[in-house]
């Protein structure tokens, strides 16, 4: 009996001493990356791109950007655009979406105030280096955003009011669906000159005259995370990516004014 117990306790220790030997169980697989989507004001284009990659490279998370004018975005937020962020080149675009629910409100936040140029195509033998020139017959055709729905182009129509000749101006408005296309517009030559952002217009094809920020209303750019959001998480840290020590030198390298560097 004593014996059988003895082999008995052998055979425990035996199948003890196995298990621990067995080798670990598998890691799980990394959770999958998220896809975020962020709905952006043309004037964006250029900065916006760059800050979405830096932070795909740095979080392995995808960043689809959707550029477009403001007012045309917000619409499309209100009725049920699956957008996780929206940055907007007016803040008061997100303040209305916010009060409406649509975006979060906590999450608001001033990233930029943008400036405005006088864009001239450097092929079309036009010579324009203040808003006054416009009224020469020498410029047919102005390429602005439109402003009943481009932050953009309303501080275009407000400058052209502020110095006097948007009377003079008017029949010579070539209007874009957003800045962006306003600059294509002088790029390609289909009108010589125009006024876009300064974020957008370093391209070889223009030479462009800052215009004087008295003329018009401050271009203050929000964001905010979309309400209907299921990756809140992660477009919280996208917007502080923008916001944030990696996204702002960029932002300040196409022009922007920085939250705290606003007088």
């Not at 401050?218 to 998480?233: H, Y």
């Amino acid at each position: 009996m004593i014996e059988r117990l003895s082999l008995l306790t052998a055979a425990l220790l035996l199948a003890t001493a196995l298990s621990g030997c067995a080798p670990p169980a598998r890691a799980s697989s990394p959770a999958p990356r998220a896809v975020l989507t962020a709905a952006a004001a043309a004037d964006l284009q250029f900065a916006l791109t760059e800050i979405a990659e830096r932070f795909e490279a740095q979080t392995g998370h995808k960043v689809t950007l959707a550029f477009g004018s403001t007012g045309q975005l917000a619409q499309q937020i209100e009725h049920g655009a699956p957008y996780d962020l929206f940055a907007a080149a007016n803040i008061q675009f997100v303040d209305d979406l916010a009060q409406k629910g649509l975006i979060i409100p906590e999450s608001v936040a001033l990233y930029a105030r943008g400036r405005i140029v006088l864009a001239v195509n450097h092929q079309s033998g036009v010579r324009a280096a203040k808003l006054e020139d416009l009224t020469s017959a020498q410029v047919t055709r102005i390429a602005i955003a439109n402003p009943d729905h481009a932050p953009y182009g309303l501080a275009a129509q407000q400058a052209l009011e502020s110095a006097g000749v948007w009377d003079a101006v008017r029949p010579k408005l070539v209007l874009a669906e957003n800045v962006r296309q306003a600059l294509q517009f002088v790029q390609t030559g289909d009108a010589p000159v125009g006024i876009v952002a300064l974020s957008v217009a370093n391209v070889p094809e223009v030479t462009y005259t800052l215009i004087d920020a008295a003329l018009h209303r401050p271009l203050d750019q929000a964001l905010g995370v979309v309400s209907t959001s299921k990756q809140r998480a992660i477009a919280l840290d996208f917007a502080r990516f923008i916001n944030g020590e990696h996204g702002r030198p960029i932002m300040r390298k196409y022009g922007f004014v920085l939250p705290g560097e606003i007088e």
